[in-house]
């Protein structure tokens, strides 16, 4: 009544030809349903929360590590590229020491790379060598 929403309930009265109706407000009942749902699924919703913050926290860290470790694999082949880089520009290679010690496919690419950077500067020293000899024999 009043534009409230309420209950109608009618029942018959046991031995007589009368029914009894019966109107009540909607509000109690439904505060009382909301009470009772927060009750149950309150509990949930934090639970959901620290669950919620727990996964954010876990995927952080594997974005952490996999961070690292692809910085750990990557960074021995950007060294050999920089070398190889010095090597084309006629630049003294930077060393390759560490990246030359490790056991798996860039270790042998780094090691070939220095390798290949000692076995040119001997043979641009040789042929400036036989250059200086050229230029100083009998003309």
């Known amino acids: 009544m009043h534009g409230d929403a309420h209950l109608l309930a009618i029942r018959s009265v046991t031995g007589l030809p009368w029914l009894y109706a019966r109107v009540s407000s909607l509000a109690p009942v439904r505060a009382a349903a909301e009470a009772q749902a927060a009750a149950i699924f309150g509990t949930d919703r934090a639970r ?11 995927i952080a860290g594997l974005a952490a ?8 694999v990557v960074e021995p082949i950007r060294r050999v590229a920089r070398c190889a880089d010095a090597i084309t520009a006629g630049e003294t290679p930077p060393d390759l020491a560490g990246a030359a010690g490790r056991a798996d496919e860039v270790g042998r690419l780094a090691a070939a790379m220095q390798n290949l950077a000692t076995r040119i500067r001997r043979r641009i020293a040789s042929m400036e060598n036989a250059h200086r000899l050229a230029e100083t024999g009998p003309s």
């Open 48 to 58: 959901r929360v620290r669950l919620r913050g727990a996964y954010l926290a876990l």
């Open 65 to 72: 590590v996999v961070a690292a470790v692809a910085h750990r």
